[in-house]
């Protein structure tokens, strides 16, 4: 099996038992005994599929088990081998149960293998063993847990900025040979809420280059983010590929690079393209000489295929339209991580990431949120603004005054009407409540009100917080004494500024007639 098929599984095997479990190097934990309630020896099956296999005269066996650390369950699938003795070898079962007999006597160390530990060069060996003949040893071979995991592949210092590491692979799209060269690069945005220039958001970037091996380490990273990870190398780049890092301190994402001879060899066709403006002429040549091809289905949530649906490696030409049976084929597609955004009708957009190689056919199945049915048509009616009826807006365009409308007075949230005057320049308030006084500082003082188109005499002596609740108050016109529009004089005390209140009873009535 190759290798990229190797990293396949290995993410499907990561969701089921080994969330976020990663390494850059290989790591050599101490394993002790079998525990009591280890598997008992005919539980155990060896690659050759003999069971209870007899034990060879004058040699030993060993038995026991596989543990996942950070889950307190069982390891399946994985290949254990006697280091030195690659004849002897078992898979585990799914009680993570092995056992390999007819061992020569000596002292051995066992070697655990699994596709995801493979796919990052992570190393579980045994302490060593002394096989007697005659006998059976038992063993408990474990994966190194979560914080293990993080101590031995970032120091301290690297953890000062976050928690949280992303780890991983980056191969050669077609080789799979370690990318040396390529740098991995995550990308989130922050947002925080600041005392002087309030909510701001920040980008944050994390570069670290690809180790020989292939691997990748970012550490520092916070928990609980959504941001998108790319690999580059020169003309040759991933895709920039969605990835989720939760609550847990590690996040396994391996990449697959594009070759760079194709890379480079697409970059110059695109250059040489008549009427090529700028990059994005050249990134879509690239994608037209890809030559792997995507095949797929598109379904709902409860696994119906959907048709018609639209979809695209992003960054390129390839596009295509699923059939009736919801299926679906991208051809020229680069090889290497790329992203496939699926679009439909009635369906919030998808977008999903996929290893594509060249030399095997690319399969993915694109589940589709719940479907919202398109609402029908809505005739949409105006409703006239009774403020509008009052001359309101009207007098607001000339400018003569000061206004204040509804939504003014929301962002206000007053206690008090005279909180709200006191939001208008040319008033001046004195106090609150029974005792708020209202003067003005242009003319002699005085203030006129007018409140729903009545006028209220100014020497009514009463507050204006006691003449009007501010929870009912819709709007307010206020004019100096010089400005104050004819269609609203009252005709007393001419001298004095003016001061207009609309209420919401008034306006949720039928509106009065202009004045």
Request: net charge positive.
């Amino acid at each position: 099996m190759r290798r990229s098929a190797i990293l396949t599984a290995a993410c499907t095997l990561l969701c089921l038992s080994f969330s976020h479990i990663a390494a850059a190097q290989r790591i050599v934990p101490r394993n002790s005994i079998i525990r009591r309630d280890a598997p008992r020896p005919d539980t155990a099956k060896s690659d050759n599929g003999a069971r209870n296999a007899s034990i060879l005269p004058g040699t030993g066996s060993i038995m026991g088990a596989a543990v996942d650390s950070m889950h307190d369950g069982m390891l399946a699938g994985a290949r254990v081998t006697v280091v030195g003795m690659p004849s002897r070898v078992a898979l585990t079962t799914d009680n993570g149960a092995f056992r390999i007999d007819s061992i020569p006597p000596g002292r051995y160390v066992l070697e655990l293998s699994h596709p995801v530990l493979d796919s990052l060069g992570i190393h579980v060996a045994s302490d060593t063993l002394n096989v007697v003949a005659g006998e059976i040893q038992t063993i408990e071979l474990a994966v190194p847990g979560v914080h293990t995991l993080v101590r031995t592949v970032c120091t301290p210092a690297k953890l000062r900025f976050g928690p949280g590491v992303i780890l991983g692979r980056v191969l050669d799209a077609d080789t799979d040979t370690p990318a040396v060269g390529t740098d991995v690069s995550v990308a989130w945005t922050e947002t925080e809420v600041n005392t002087t220039v309030g909510l701001r958001t920040t980008t944050r970037l994390r570069k670290v280059p690809v180790e020989k091996d292939g691997t990748y380490r970012i550490c520092g990273v916070p928990t609980n983010f959504s941001g998108t990870i790319q690999a580059v190398n020169g003309s040759a780049k991933t895709a920039e590929v969605p990835i989720v890092v939760t609550e847990q301190p590690l996040t396994l994402r391996n990449l697959m690079m594009p070759p760079a001879a194709v890379a480079a060899a697409s970059g110059a066709k695109g250059a040489a393209t008549p009427g090529a403006e700028g990059d994005s002429v050249a990134v879509v040549s690239v994608r037209k000489v890809g030559r792997a091809v995507i095949v797929g289905i598109v379904t709902n949530a409860g696994g119906v295929p959907v048709p018609g649906a639209r979809v695209s490696v992003q960054g390129s030409a390839s596009t295509t339209s699923t059939g009736p049976d919801g299926k679906f084929t991208l051809t020229g597609v680069l090889p290497g991580t790329q992203s496939v955004l699926v679009r439909r009708v009635g369906y919030g957009p998808v977008q999903m990431p996929i290893d594509v190689t060249a030399l095997a056919t690319n399969r993915m199945t694109v589940r589709l949120g719940a479907y919202t049915p398109l609402l029908s048509s809505v005739d949409v009616k105006a409703k006239a603004d009774p403020l509008s009826s009052t001359g309101f807006e009207r007098r607001r365009k000339m400018g003569m005054g000061k206004y204040m409308d509804l939504d003014d007075i929301n962002k206000i949230h007053p206690t008090y009407t005279s909180d709200l005057l006191r939001r208008i320049p040319g008033i001046y308030v004195n106090g609150s409540g029974s005792s708020a006084n209202i003067t003005t500082t242009r003319g002699n003082g005085c203030v006129n009100f007018l409140i729903d188109n009545n006028n209220v005499a100014s020497d009514a002596g009463q507050s204006i917080d006691e003449l009007m609740n501010s929870q009912d108050v819709a709007a307010i016109e206020f004019y100096n004494p010089v400005d104050v529009p004819m269609e609203l004089s009252t005709g007393a005390n001419s001298g004095c500024a003016l001061l207009v209140i609309w209420t919401k009873g008034k306006l949720d009535q039928k509106a009065p007639p202009k004045p």
